[in-house]
């Protein structure tokens, strides 16, 4: 790169005397307008709890309109309800009833899943729908047990207490969580601290999904294999292990009608999957399944005993079950634990389908409002012998295509779910295991989104690498092992990008005012006497020794430059800080001591576009003072046509 | 704010026809210059783990000359010996002994302190230094034990086993950790992660050690009010209810004589700082206050025996101790935390007093280098009877002041301590446990840096706070917790930045292309048709989704001020990226949605001056394209020149 004489000219020439004269007309860095610390804190809080501004609406409207404001924001059913006529009702009625059709086959086997009585798994797609109808504020959320959360909550719980020997503390515990997952999960929203569950990033969702699909599609070998005395435990190598140690138990009787159904039933998916308008198929064939399977086996009920079924279900509604919770003990801080667990991840999923349709359809859903709905709809649930539920993927996908316009179609779920508890529960007696196993196969099965793992890891292999760590953290160490790994993993990834922030080499592109990364912009070139180098992050405690460690060695490095190139000497070291959006009182420290020892080598320091907080800081701790006039500039164009100019004044060597 | 109809024309006036001309050009953005993954990564890794370039030095050299740099890397006194001299050796002798005027006391009580035999301190004042001066590139460290790590190895450790019931096991227990420590220092150093010990901040560190010096205090009551039966808690509150529940134990010849020499030795202190020429006075008192207060004991020793004295030390060079580590059984857990706890503390002050005295004296302290030499000695210390020992910052200040040359004056200290131990042991028999209380009391009050507190206070509310939190965790809480709530807090500062970024909106500063914050530069006006937002963070999956809501926020809120001031439609939303340091696949989704919604709304989204990285992603995601030729831009200055004179072309209203 060859170096002109006059670079500073050049730099300039395009534009004229005018513009010449312009440009050395400087503008003075302004300190944000004064604020006290309490309003700071203020603005502060508001942005961390209240950044949607929920008292927007409020403002200006007369006490009633304030009062119907408030209802309809707390209970979202005020919102629709006025308007709600027949046309909505008949949509409903027909996506209620297709997602019931779903629900109560997915019900019992999710409730199989975390170990639990089938009928608990109906008894929770009961209770917790009608409250969300009141509460909710999604129109397409479908709400029931889901599969991640009863999967964790089985293998986390029968970790300390085997659902076989003692059935009861099994069913006390699985309530108690349920209970401090709602308590969890509406506090989360009370206390506006829902952004909390965007530490679960997408890449680790991923993965963990995947991950604890495979385990609970290995679960299911067992249902689908027949297998009788199968491991407790989750992990891929003891599973695996416990299906081949146990091949005497394998029953080609159930292999024969799994495999069969499970076929079926990944058919008629994929049919709805290409075509979106056939959703009724794959939401129909699961309960189709059922009705078939429970015929066959009846059928043949004095032929062979090879094939395990369900057996007596009790009938009626929910029982209540406030008096099951568990609030001391030993267990409790098990309870807990797979409390906020569940409560977190059935949030996540929640909030995520919630959101997904609503952009679809161009509504917002709100985030704390809806923590508040999913978390007082567990906390009720666990009085009413229901265990942790959520707005299911699969099941309002189904929702939405099948036209659902609110969330009326909740209600149309939970009447068909009571008709069931109430007269239907004699028809399960003889549904086989193993259709509850297809069902969840076909379910799970579609959780793992190996496109979107790929497409991770085309453009960022770090998230990438996330992903892939809570995937077999799941796999092979246990499932809340596997995601605190992810989250960590995360958070360090946030951690290192502040620990070692990029700094770049900024030239000037001829002919204008912009100043660019010399790496990525070929016509920008370096300008004589001066070294102009970015910060790209906030400069903190965790980086300002790394920063002013990296600036001498920029300086060394343009000096070695310079000596090899017989360039001008370097006067002046240029720093931009766009880029740096904070400062703490280290990073001040760092630049106190990056200009002192800039001065021993008698190089000057010049700070170009402080943001507000940071110039702010600077300003309180002396150290614009200790620039001096010229050490503070709005633009390098600015900072740079200055010094130049003052440097010719002062007769030194034109550069 | 008035709004003129040619907000457009009005921007570009001052600059004449030649300049809007040079304005309409734009400039395209690039993209970084390909890499591979493989060249990413290493890079990325160099940036971690040698920001340094530590091979530098070593290129372009004749092997000869390299084996001698890498002999001088390895071991510093290579580097300094080879040019030692008798003018330097005379400065080294005298700053030599003066620090070990003051070691030797120093030595004997943080021994106590640590519940450790007074012996083990005169041990760990000999060998350690020795080790230093071989491989230390510091040429002002004075090594040996300091309050700190005494002090937290003695509470730690004292919890879980009494050095007064199982003096064997807990100094077993003591050399163990100080092994860890060492080995956790060391490979800090090796593995490059040294920049883990800059996680503990200045406001961290401040409020700690300022926490831990009143504890020090407070556990000096008992030497100074001659209580014999004392607390082994170190909390604030069972500390002082021990000392008034012992009022019968106060003895008034220890209290009368403790707070004398405590007097003199705090005027001599404060003499000293004051005016640093007569640092001698401060570094000789207290050893002269040791020897008189010893005489006095003595002469009285027959008339009282209030006054609780040493006793007998053994004679003799330091015992090897490789036989008394500890690798297995109850106690490891606790001597591990415990070592790295210690490792970490005494790190953290022995490279912060290298950096403080290498910044005066204008040389550089390799952070990595220094963290294997002070784990060296600390792991070779274990072995000979020493415990944790580490550059002390009094120490240091003293050898600085009586003006060392080399490390070699740390030689002189050991020789000293040399003699003293085969010699001048049977001399402290009757030196008093009060001398030694008052000996530390005067040292740790100079930890309590209420100026840096309160300098915390005005820059930075939040860096004060997690200084409290430090304080008040180390004094109410426990030492490990306090050192660890802080850390935390701090951690989340930086995660709450990341979560919460700042968004401010531009705009243009009359008659230059500068765009600024609207809130802060009263010249900068809006452009008609355009929302200017300036994210101020990396986007990442922590806060993706809020910058999303965001930005929809603001498209809002300026619908509604444009439809107050009946001001003509926003068409367009640019996005300044210039501080968007960094994006991840969950950003990409939450810019492709914010598109898709603005879209719906009619407006346009325009990205500006994406930098590298960023734009690579963006690239590789294939945003890019979908935004289209008009979605991109290096300033934003072009971007709305561009636009404006698309919108004209294509016969809109004139804006």
Request: hydrophobic share 45%.
């Amino acid at each position: 790169m060859g170096h002109g004489t006059n670079r500073v000219e050049d730099m300039t020439s395009p534009n004229t005397a005018t513009a010449r004269e312009t440009i050395v007309e400087i503008h003075s860095v302004c300190l944000p307008p004064k604020k006290t610390t309490f309003q700071k804190l203020k603005k502060r809080f508001a942005d961390v709890f209240f950044p949607d501004d929920p008292l927007e609406r409020f403002r200006n409207q007369t006490w009633r309109n304030k009062v119907i404001l408030g209802l309809q924001s707390l209970f979202p059913i005020f919102t629709w309800g006025s308007q709600y006529d027949l046309k909505l009702f008949r949509s409903d009625v027909i996506s209620g009833l297709t997602i019931a059709s779903l629900a109560i086959p997915q019900g019992i086997s999710y409730a199989k899943l975390a170990n639990l009585p089938p009928i608990v798994g109906l008894y929770s797609s009961f209770v917790p729908p009608l409250i969300y109808s009141v509460l909710g504020s999604s129109k397409h959320l479908a709400v029931g047990p889901v599969s991640i959360a009863s999967l964790v909550m089985g293998s986390m719980l029968s970790e300390s207490v085997s659902p076989t020997q003692d059935p009861v503390l099994y069913l006390k515990l699985a309530f108690t969580s349920t209970f401090f997952a709602g308590l969890f999960q509406a506090s989360l929203g009370l206390l506006r601290l829902g952004f909390l569950i965007d530490f679960l990033s997408k890449p680790t969702l991923v993965g963990f999904t995947a991950g604890a699909a495979v385990i609970v599609s290995l679960q299911q070998l067992k249902g689908l294999l027949g297998i009788v005395h199968f491991t407790g435990k989750m992990q891929f190598i003891p599973v695996m292990s416990s299906v081949f140690n146990h091949r005497s138990e394998w029953s080609w009787e159930t292999i024969v009608m799994g495999v069969g159904f499970l076929i079926i039933l990944l058919t008629t998916r994929h049919i709805s999957m290409r075509k979106p308008k056939l959703f009724w198929i794959s939401a129909a064939s699961p309960l189709a399944s059922v009705v078939i399977s429970t015929l066959l086996v009846f059928l043949i009920r004095n032929k062979t005993h090879a094939i395990s079924f369900i057996g007596h279900l009790p009938k009626g509604l929910n029982p209540p079950s406030s008096n099951m919770l568990y609030f001391s003990g030993t267990h409790l801080a098990l309870a807990i634990k797979t409390g906020i667990i569940t409560g977190v991840l059935s949030l996540t999923e929640g909030i995520a389908v919630g959101r997904t349709f609503a952009s679809l359809k161009n509504y917002q859903v709100n985030g704390n409002k809806e923590m508040m709905a999913i978390g007082f709809m567990n906390m009720v649930g666990s009085c009413t012998s229901c265990y942790v539920t959520t707005g299911s993927f699969s099941r309002s996908a189904v929702n939405y295509n099948a036209g659902a316009k609110t969330a009326a179609s909740n209600i149309v779920l939970a009447s068909t779910v009571l008709v069931t508890l109430l007269f239907l529960m004699p028809l399960f007696y003889y549904t086989p295991n193993l259709i509850l196993a297809a069902i969840i196969l076909t379910a799970v099965i579609g959780l793992i989104d190996y496109q979107a793992a790929y497409k991770l890891y085309k453009v960022d292999k770090f998230d990438f690498f996330t992903c892939m760590c809570a995937f077999f953290g799941v796999l092979l160490v246990s499932v809340p092992l596997g995601l605190a790994i992810a989250v960590v993993v995360s958070v360090i990834k946030i951690l290192l990008h502040v620990t070692r922030p990029n700094t770049l080499e900024f030239g000037n592109i001829q002919g204008t005012q912009i100043y660019q990364n010399l790496k990525r912009y070929r016509e920008a070139s370096r300008i004589h006497g001066f070294l102009i180098l970015a910060v790209e992050s906030p400069i903190y405690f965790a980086n300002s020794t790394y920063l002013q460690e990296r600036i001498l060695r920029w300086t060394r490095e343009e000096e070695t430059r310079i000596k090899e190139n017989n360039g001008s000497t370097l006067k002046c070291i240029v720093l931009d800080m766009t880029a740096v959006s904070s400062i703490d009182t280290s990073g001040i420290e760092a630049l106190f001591e990056l200009r002192r020892r800039l001065e021993k080598q008698s190089l000057q320091l010049v700070l170009v576009n402080a943001v507000g907080s940071v110039m702010e800081k600077l300003h309180k701790s002396k150290i614009i003072e200790s620039l001096g006039l010229s050490g503070l500039y709005l633009t390098v164009g600015e900072a740079v046509a200055d010094l130049s100019s003052t440097w010719k004044a002062h007769g030194q060597p034109r550069i």
